[in-house]
């Protein structure tokens, strides 16, 4: 098997930077031989001492046209290569790579890692919110790089969240210090409360608090309304549900859902798509269709309700 790592961004994200940093202090043995696919200039560029150095083969390509026809065959019958490092281009869209260029069948996708310059991600976010969206829903890692202050880590990882639950984040300061982002932000409602009511408006926030604080809502009674849905293939249990909003990660054309596990003895009697207005008791618990650990509802109290009049949920 040959691992394939996959780095994206946009250009001057800190693609070529990261890598150089990757190759010189990973330990991976120089004569050990490296492909290193590169599919845009940026203005770090990779010395040939270095490549020398690192046991790496560079290859540049201009399009992913020029990626089709048997070219990974050919790289690989060519350099048989033990490690294949693709610094993917941001304006590309990934599927065309996985769904149109053909690899060896020993090639293997084991790491996607998106990098992105924490000083300019809202500007590009504003007019870019689909191209990033996709880099994150694949990736395992995302790196926002030249933080300052003045950066809205909270705001970052909320989009982050929203888009791939799953993922991992690191910001990297300006000082030379990381760290995760996470931030104790004042919530919008009440945690002390006897019933933690989470109004239609804060469901966004509620959602992306859970996965960063799972553990403080462990035990905690919440009311909120949502939607019932029953998932064909998501481990549920007969007296399961998934209790959810339809949330919208980046565009009008980009909605899925946001929610939890919810436990009811009554649970098929709940049609698909019914609104309820939930209590119910949080619990941490490993669970199938969280692929881990999760907040899973137990349920107190099952009410009728209405569908919100924007049924949305956002996360700005």
Not at 28 to 45: T, V
Not at 211 to 216: G, I, N, P, Q, S
Not at 305 to 316: G, I, Q, R
Request: proline share 3%; aromatic share 12%; with cysteine.
């Amino acid at each position: 098997m040959v691992p394939v790592y996959i780095i994206m961004g946009f250009l001057e994200s800190g693609k070529t930077t990261f890598l150089k940093d990757v190759f010189e202090e990973n330990g991976f043995p120089p004569e050990e031989s490296k492909l290193l696919i590169r599919c845009e200039d940026g203005e770090e560029e990779y010395e040939d001492e270095f490549l020398s150095e690192m046991g790496l083969t560079m290859i540049e390509v201009e399009s992913l046209e020029d990626m089709d026809k048997g070219f990974m065959e050919e790289l690989h019958k060519k350099y048989k290569p033990k490690r294949v490092f693709i610094e993917f281009n941001g304006m590309w869209l990934l599927w065309d790579l996985f769904g149109k260029v053909k690899k060896p069948q020993s090639w293997e996708l084991y790491q996607i890692i998106t990098l992105i310059d924490g000083s300019t991600f809202g500007m590009y976010l504003n007019n870019m919110r689909s191209l990033f969206s996709e880099m994150v829903k694949v990736s395992e890692l995302v790196i926002f790089n030249r933080c300052s202050e003045e950066t809205d880590k909270g705001g970052y990882r909320r989009f982050v969240r929203a888009a791939n639950p799953q993922a991992q984040m690191i910001f990297e300061n300006l000082d030379g210090t990381s760290d995760d982002g996470m931030t104790e932000e004042e919530l919008p409602y009440n945690m002390d409360a006897p019933v933690v009511t989470v109004n239609d408006e804060d469901y966004g926030i509620f959602y992306i608090d859970t996965l960063d604080h799972a553990d403080r809502y462990e035990k905690k009674t919440l009311k909120l309304r949502g939607m019932v849905v029953h998932p064909d293939e998501a481990g549920l249990k007969k007296d399961e549900f998934f209790f959810c909003r339809r949330a919208m990660t980046c565009c009008a054309d980009d909605i899925g859902l946001a929610g939890f596990v919810c436990h009811s003895d009554r649970a098929k009697s709940y049609k698909n798509g019914q609104w309820i207005t939930l209590t119910a008791t949080a619990e941490l618990e490993e669970h199938p269709a969280y692929g881990g650990v999760g907040v899973v509802l137990y349920a107190k109290k099952i009410g009728e309700a209405k569908m919100p009049e924007d049924d949305l949920v956002y996360f700005n």
